[in-house]
């Protein structure tokens, strides 16, 4: 089973600054099969990023995803206030056929 | 507009058997797209249960397999999630959600039923 680590925990950012949140994977992991997921408090997640670096229907472009193997990124290029969120990377494993999630970053207002 | 609905017993007691059902609409469950189930204890994070396509193949989570069972009803346009033996570490938000266009991924999403496993 791959195991997804996502850094920082907790990251501590302004209204426009740039937010760069980082997932790392046990194994090598194809891009097709990593995704991004937003959340806010009381929420069901929305998916961001697909493919790890395509963003789904309707997603700003201030959001990108990029990486390959075991390191990828989501970048915020410039902060608005609703996006202060927990963040989720996700992959999907072939042998057995699971996803798994990584623990997630709590991207909170300095 | 595709929208998922999940539904069922918010009270479940431990050693029983949780049960939900996701309602679709705006799409088919025979659309050919994957339909899942992912939880999230209080506070904590996402965890994938399993999916189930509409031919009735499905996939598990290894830590859950023995006791999810996972199905679907193409005539009610619904899926459903049944996990037995239930203790409090199965206290969650249960959500369903449906394959994203593009595959590999979930959107859109229900939102969320919380079940407590508490007598």
């Known amino acids: 089973e791959i195991v997804l680590t996502q850094s920082p925990g907790t990251l501590s950012l302004s209204p426009g600054e740039r937010a760069t949140l980082s997932c790392r994977a046990s194994?090598?992991?194809?891009?097709?099969?990593l995704a991004w997921y937003q959340q806010k408090p009381g929420q069901a997640p929305r998916l961001l990023i697909y493919g790890a670096s395509s963003r789904a229907t309707g997603i700003p472009d201030r959001f990108s995803g990029s990486g390959s193997g075991t390191d990828f990124t989501l970048t915020i290029s410039r902060l608005e206030p609703e996006d202060f969120a927990v963040y989720y990377c996700q992959q999907y494993g072939s042998s057995p056929p699971m996803y798994t999630f990584g623990q997630g970053t709590n991207l909170e207002i300095k | 507009q595709v929208q998922l609905q999940e539904s069922g017993p918010g009270l479940v007691n431990p050693s029983g058997t949780l049960s939900l059902t996701c309602a679709v609409s705006g799409d088919s469950i025979g659309s050919g797209k994957w339909w899942s189930w992912v939880r999230q204890p209080p506070g904590k994070g996402l965890e994938w249960i399993g999916e189930?396509?509409?031919?009735?193949?499905?996939n598990y989570n290894p830590s859950l397999k023995s006791r999810v069972t996972i199905s679907v009803d193409k005539s009610k346009n619904q899926f459903s999630l049944r996990l037995s033996s239930v203790t409090a570490a199965d206290t969650a938000v249960y959500y369903c959600?449906?394959?994203?266009?593009?595959?590999?991924?979930?959107?859109?999403w229900g939102q969320g039923t919380l079940v407590t496993v508490s007598s």
């Open positions: 189930i396509y509409h031919s009735g193949s499905t």
């Open positions: 194994q090598s992991v194809r891009s097709t099969y």
């Open positions: 959600a449906r394959e994203g266009t593009s595959g590999y991924s979930y959107g859109p």
